[in-house]
């Protein structure tokens, strides 16, 4: 009987070693994308600007699209209504090997404030750094535009 009892006990400390021993399963990072005018189209909503989420009823949503590399930004930052800019953006590589997106406003407005490194792009968030400030990070994620923001006149 002793020796059915070492020999249990030996499979038991044998198969619980086994099951301790696997691999734990660390949750995989969404693939990173390359930063292209085909990755970035689409609806983006900004989440987090400077380390910190949009206030309360505050927003920017911005639509980029493929063909022409125009965009289309829906905000209300700096306005208790919709604002609503359009431009172009462009989309270039640093020298060091950094994609870096730019845009210019229509209407003759002039060049946005900050060229933007692209510091993540997967499938469903994109993060921009401003070029010489490292406090100025964009959070943006990929949401639909509402009808009533979309439809708001300038």
Not at 62 to 71: A, E, I, W
């Amino acid at each position: 009987m002793s020796r059915f009892f070492k020999t249990l006990v030996a499979m038991a400390a044998g198969l619980m070693m086994a099951v301790g021993c696997q691999p734990i399963e660390e949750p995989q990072a969404p693939p990173q994308l390359e930063v292209t005018p085909n990755n970035v189209a689409g609806s983006w909503k900004l989440t987090y600007w400077m380390g910190k989420p949009l206030a309360e009823g505050s927003y920017v949503y911005l639509d980029l699209v493929r063909s022409g590399r125009t965009y289309t930004m829906y905000q209300n930052m700096d306005s208790h209504y919709t604002r609503t800019l359009t431009g172009r953006y462009y989309i270039e590589i640093d020298e060091m090997g950094k994609a870096v997106i730019r845009g210019n406003y229509d209407h003759g407005v002039g060049e946005w404030n900050n060229r933007y490194i692209v510091t993540s792009l997967t499938a469903n968030e994109m993060i921009w750094q401003a070029e010489g400030n490292p406090e100025d990070v964009s959070t943006y994620k990929r949401a639909d535009i509402p009808a009533e923001i979309a439809g708001a006149e300038q």
